[in-house]
């Protein structure tokens, strides 16, 4: 009994994946095309015109987490412009499954963004005659997947919750009080920011223990962001 239950529950995750990406390929090849294209390019450019390679790294990551978040939002109001959220519930049917195969979707998405932060780094380091160690790459991309992660969980209650509009909204608002309330303390209390500056330059020593507790904290993310995403979804009317 377990044994079917199972494999229906997989079957139903990957009809979710599958409605997730046809929606996705739906806007056409030049779509994909810029989404993929424009980290690789931008990196490079600014690798060009003399660009450190610390700072391309950043904006690497920053511009992949950015374009793939939207990709989360993008998904939520392709079904709210197109009437598609008819299909919500039973394809497939169960909400749980289909929470599951959204989360499981975008996590495949993250694992793309940290490869082509990772081609995009090793391409800009090529231009300027810096070679990029392997771990540093692969550094770089973990990082960029667990921070799309974490970023992605902490929206999908809001995406549920709200229209993608209303949701965009919350959260830019959301990470401008917390962003000014940090940036406030920090200026108030110079041994607030001694002590971050602290834990980044230990987390740069030590960023294989960094990547670990980064990655159970999105464990425990994602557990939490789908408990709350099933009950704001479970009592919506479809």
């Known amino acids: 009994m377990n044994t079917t239950a199972n494999a229906d529950a ?3 995750i ?20 810029i989404f993929f294209a424009y980290v690789p390019g931008f990196t490079c450019l600014m690798a060009a015109t003399g660009s450190t390679l610390d700072s391309v790294a950043g904006a690497a990551i920053g511009g992949a987490a950015s ?20 299909m919500n519930g039973i394809v497939p049917i169960n909400r749980n ?6 989360f499981a979707f975008l996590i495949v998405c993250d694992l793309v963004a940290g490869l082509e932060v990772a081609v995009s780094i090793a391409c800009a380091g090529i231009i300027m005659h810096e070679p990029v160690k392997v771990t540093d790459a692969i550094g770089f991309a973990a990082m960029t ?11 999908q209650p ?3 919750r709200f229209s993608p509009y209303r949701a965009m909204a919350a959260i830019i608002l959301s990470i401008g009080v917390i962003g000014g309330a940090v940036i406030g303390l920090c200026k108030a209390l110079p041994e607030l920011e001694k002590t971050v500056e602290q834990l980044a330059d230990a987390i740069s020593r030590h960023q294989a223990i960094a990547l670990a507790a980064f ?12 408990k709350i995403s099933l009950h704001i979804y479970g009592s ?3």
Do not use: C, P
Not at 97 to 102: N, P, S, T
Not at 145 to 155: D, M
């Open 14 to 33: 990957l009809r979710q994946i599958s409605l997730d990406w046809n929606r996705t390929i739906s806007y056409g090849r030049s779509y994909i095309a």
């Open 215 to 226: 990655l159970i904290i999105d464990v425990l993310a994602l557990a939490f962001s789908r």
């Open 10 to 12: 997989m079957t139903a």
């Open 97 to 102: 499954h289909q929470i599951l195969g959204r």
């Open 145 to 155: 997947v667990l921070t799309l992660v974490l970023l992605n969980a902490i929206v």
């Open 67 to 86: 374009g793939f978040l939207m990709l989360n939002i993008t998904l939520f109001s392709y079904e709210q412009m197109n009437n598609h959220h008819w």
């Open 236 to 238: 919506k009317d479809i």
């Open 158 to 160: 809001f995406l549920y």
